[in-house]
């Protein structure tokens, strides 16, 4: 008992370290029971059971390849600082992978609404800002400008109404006819991203380029343009690249190495409600939490992958189960560090012993849990 008493107060002043993202978060799904109470108890002498830095590990029953964690602490900062709950978490399992990416970044003129189009007809994936196919992502972001909210806060001024301007600008312009004024009939002035310009699109950059006008002079909307590139910048990808984008491409892209985190199943084939929704029936069928099934279908409601970390556990806040970065006093984190931790798993899923009671090692690991189980 001495011994137990001894390592309790050594276990009290081991300095813990916290980190501040875990790429694996984003393929996880977390619960925090601060409604509830626990009793580890049942698990500690169970079979396909690991203790690790104060976590105990299982295969999950609702399907053997997904990992459950459970760790009991507090996150330190947020509700109730000095409270202790348990933390259930299903993860799907990662691995690191050291990636090579090419990437290059310009700005440029740029009929954005109309690249769209044409990528979605040359089989890319379009978001709002994001053109993605095979190993190629390109990120189009317009430049904001503070000149106008709307169209009526701009108009056509110049000699040969070849300006366009703020309502509330007279510019000076020189009487002099130029031929690529006939491009402007191909589009309009208004107001694009907060500037007033003559509105980007194919035909009217084109006519342009065939009277050698420098765009810049003519349409003062930019777009900043990011390319990456997995692998390896072959003339095929940059091909492409320059199909849908519709313009030579600066090729002096930068290379760069980094490490990637990859589950090892597709998320979208997994349903993380039910994933956390079997585990918490199984968890409160054998004795481990008490909590009403009424919480237990709110919380597979709200749960999705992603919800993990700090960040986006969920946890009985506000009156209700949500993502901690939901609740009205959230106190959220942001850093620029990455953290990484792997897990040992069992080969199979947990094996309850007849007995309930507990001795020994059980002791000794339910101490390290209590006292130890927060994220590192």
Known sequence: MRKVILLLLLLLFVPLAEACFFPQDLYAVEV???????????????????????KIIYRSRYDPRLIVILWSGEWRVGINE????????IQIPTKRVKEVRYSEEFQGVLPVDEIKEKAKKLGWEVGEY?????????????????????NSDCKIAGCSKELCVPRNESPFSTCVYREW???????RCGCYNGFCTWLPNEEFLKCLKEHNVTLDQVVKARVSVMIEVKDNVTQDKVGEIKEVLGCDVPLNFTERWEWRVVPSLNPETINASEAIKTELEWLKR???????????????????W????????????DGRWMPYSNYSGAVLIKCGGLAYEEYPTPTSTPVLPSSKGICGPGILLLLTILVRGRRK
């Open 32 to 54: 925090e029971l601060n409604k509830g109470s626990y009793d580890l108890s049942p698990l500690l002498n169970a079979k396909n059971v690991v203790e690790y830095n104060g």
């Open 82 to 89: 000095n409270g202790s709950y348990l933390h259930i978490r």
């Open 130 to 150: 994001s053109l993605v196919k095979d190993n190629i992502t390109i990120v189009l972001t317009k430049l904001r400008g503070f000149e106008c909210k709307d």
């Open 181 to 187: 004024y006939r491009c402007l009939n191909l589009t």
């Open 286 to 304: 054998v004795g481990v939490i008490k909590i009403d099934d009424k919480d237990i279908e709110e919380i597979a409601k709200v749960a999705k």
């Open 306 to 317: 992603g919800y993990a970390g700090y960040n986006a556990r969920i946890g009985f806040y």
